[in-house]
């Protein structure tokens, strides 16, 4: 089966983003609608504006404000009426190591990570009941299956997550709506390379970083055959899940996945050098902004 993105209404949040702005080029080559959601509306506009077809929406929103929510649903049903496509896909991430970052952060975090696609989704509901045939698909990580020590915000985010998503998809199916989660190891985006060079998690280095364009196939599994989760790299996803059938074994393992990590991250960013999206400074790596 095929999934048929034809005239389908879908909402995609965090949609200017690496990820997101990949999903929403995807869709809309297939002639679907889409609903571009990102807390800068600007961008989300100029996310809009060049996707292909007609009939797209762009539109700035902080989900973390149940009220920008629950407006941002009420555009949605103003524009179109109904959601046949949900996908939650914002996301977060700090370098800031757990014992000397701000209480205000962590609760950043989990608030953006795991309680605004509970409330977006929510909040979709009537609009997803309004088409024939509602999906909701949510980006995870493998960091909900295998704990990254050095983001334990994160881990607790996305652990959470995939619990949710497992149960709202057992919850949602006999009342016709199908919800899954995809769960990709670290992506190529800006939010990665921010990450590598302030020094973040090098336990997400084990192999190159995919690319938006692997999430987006991974997405497009699920729609073309609903389950409960789609795995980008099946291959990295049985070894994490493998690891964790020993937890207690763990404190053994991680300076092994660390050392691995860490020659990992240094390629990355000699890679991202290369590419001209990356510099050294005074002993500092840096982002250099593309333009």
Same mark, same amino acid.
């Given at each position: 089966?095929?999934?048929?993105?034809?005239?389908?209404?879908?909402?995609?949040?965090?949609?200017?983003?690496?990820?997101?702005?990949?999903?929403?080029?995807?869709?809309?080559?297939? !002639?679907?609608? #889409?609903?571009?959601?990102?807390?800068? %509306?600007?961008? +989300?506009? $100029?996310? =809009? /504006? &060049?996707?292909?077809?007609?009939?797209?929406?762009?539109? !700035?929103?902080? #989900?973390?404000?149940?009220?920008?929510? %629950?407006?941002? +649903?009420? $555009?949605? =049903? /103003? &524009?179109?009426?109904?959601?046949?496509?949900?996908?939650?896909?914002?996301?977060?991430?700090?370098?800031?190591?757990?014992?000397?970052?701000?209480?205000?952060?962590?609760?950043?975090?989990?608030?953006?990570?795991?309680?605004?696609?509970?409330?977006?989704?929510?909040?979709?509901?009537?609009?997803?009941?309004?088409?024939?045939?509602?999906?909701?698909?949510?980006?995870?990580?493998?960091?909900?299956?295998?704990?990254?020590?050095?983001?334990?915000?994160?881990?607790?985010?996305?652990?959470?997550?995939?619990?949710?998503?497992?149960?709202?998809?057992?919850?949602?199916?006999?009342?016709?709506?199908?919800?899954?989660?995809?769960?990709?190891?670290?992506?190529?985006?800006?939010?990665?390379?921010?990450?590598?060079?302030?020094?973040?998690?090098?336990?997400?280095?084990?192999?190159?970083?995919?690319?938006?364009?692997?999430?987006?196939?991974?997405?497009?599994?699920?729609?073309?055959?609903?389950?409960?989760?789609?795995?980008?790299?099946?291959?990295?996803?049985?070894?994490?899940?493998?690891?964790?059938?020993?937890?207690?074994?763990?404190?053994?393992?991680?300076?092994?996945?660390?050392?691995?990590?860490?020659?990992?991250?240094?390629?990355?960013?000699?890679?991202?050098?290369?590419?001209?999206?990356?510099?050294?400074?005074?002993?500092?790596?840096?982002?250099?902004?593309?333009?």
């Amino acid at each position: 089966m095929t999934y048929d993105f034809r005239d389908k209404i879908i909402v995609v949040t965090g949609g200017a983003g690496g990820i997101g702005g990949a999903l929403c080029h995807r869709f809309a080559r297939g !002639g679907a609608r #889409l609903v571009v959601v990102d807390i800068d %509306e600007a961008r +989300a506009r $100029r996310t =809009a /504006a &060049a996707l292909h077809g007609s009939g797209h929406l762009g539109l !700035g929103c902080d #989900l973390l404000e149940r009220a920008a929510v %629950e407006e941002m +649903a009420d $555009r949605v =049903a /103003a &524009a179109h009426g109904r959601i046949d496509v949900l996908v939650n896909n914002v996301g977060m991430t700090s370098s800031e190591r757990f014992d000397v970052r701000s209480l205000e952060s962590i609760e950043k975090e989990i608030n953006l990570n795991l309680v605004s696609p509970l409330i977006t989704t929510r909040v979709a509901v009537p609009l997803l009941k309004a088409s024939d045939d509602p999906r909701v698909v949510t980006t995870v990580s493998l960091g909900g299956i295998f704990p990254l020590g050095e983001t334990p915000i994160y881990t607790a985010s996305k652990f959470g997550l995939r619990g949710a998503m497992l149960a709202i998809g057992l919850d949602l199916r006999d009342k016709g709506i199908q919800a899954g989660s995809v769960l990709p190891s670290a992506t190529d985006t800006r939010m990665l390379r921010q990450e590598a060079v302030d020094g973040g998690n090098s336990l997400q280095f084990q192999e190159p970083p995919q690319q938006p364009s692997d999430v987006v196939r991974a997405v497009v599994s699920l729609l073309d055959k609903p389950r409960l989760e789609a795995y980008a790299r099946p291959r990295e996803s049985r070894l994490v899940r493998v690891a964790m059938l020993a937890p207690n074994l763990l404190p053994r393992l991680f300076p092994l996945f660390r050392k691995r990590g860490e020659r990992g991250m240094a390629q990355y960013l000699e890679d991202l050098r290369r590419r001209g999206l990356a510099r050294r400074t005074g002993g500092r790596w840096e982002l250099v902004e593309e333009a």
